[in-house]
């Protein structure tokens, strides 16, 4: 879909503006309003890792960005389907305590996909349990591995060969 193309561009956009640090990942996500039935998106909001403070993820920071305006015009519309583009799969566990990506993508009640570009490395968690936690619950999961390549790159110096 090229819908589906045009926002993980803009999540790779938004990888980019992460702070760069030895101990997590540089990702860019947007959770956007995609209108049913056409090849029509809205971006709703974006993020990157640790754009706000309290080391958050980028899936919690375009989570913390959504107004209430954008709410009630397109979250209560059944005109469009809520998506999470992230440039990878969203955490199922933090080793700092926070809740993971996935729960937060849960809790929130209005994603109903989620599309993602890489599959977190075993870095820091050894197997990534998010994709299939969100799958498990209901949400439609979509691996988009041709931009694999590009979603590694703000991070390429943590990766594990």
């Not at 990942?25 to 309003?33: D, F, K, N, Q």
């Not at 993508?105 to 599959?119: D, M, N, Y």
């Not at 799958?135 to 703000?154: H, M, S």
Request: glycine share 6%.
């Amino acid at each position: 879909m090229a819908v589906d193309d045009d926002m993980m561009l803009l999540a790779l956009e938004q990888a980019a503006l992460s702070p760069p640090v030895e101990g997590a990942y540089c990702v860019g996500a947007v959770l956007a309003a995609v209108e049913r039935g056409t090849s029509t998106a809205v971006p709703l909001t974006v993020g990157f890792s640790r754009e706000i403070e309290g080391n958050t993820h980028a899936e919690e920071c375009c989570l913390l960005k959504l107004s209430d305006a954008q709410r009630a015009q397109y979250i209560a519309n059944p005109t469009y389907q809520i998506v999470m583009y992230t440039t990878m799969e969203p955490c199922g566990l933090r080793l700092s305590g926070k809740k993971p990506c996935a729960d937060r993508i849960l809790e929130a009640g209005f994603i109903s996909r989620v599309v993602f570009a890489i599959r977190e490395p075993p870095n820091f968690v050894e197997n990534c349990t998010g994709a299939q936690t969100l799958a498990d619950k209901g949400i439609e999961v979509t691996f988009l591995d041709e931009y694999a390549e590009r979603a590694r790159f703000p991070f390429k110096h943590l990766w594990k060969a």
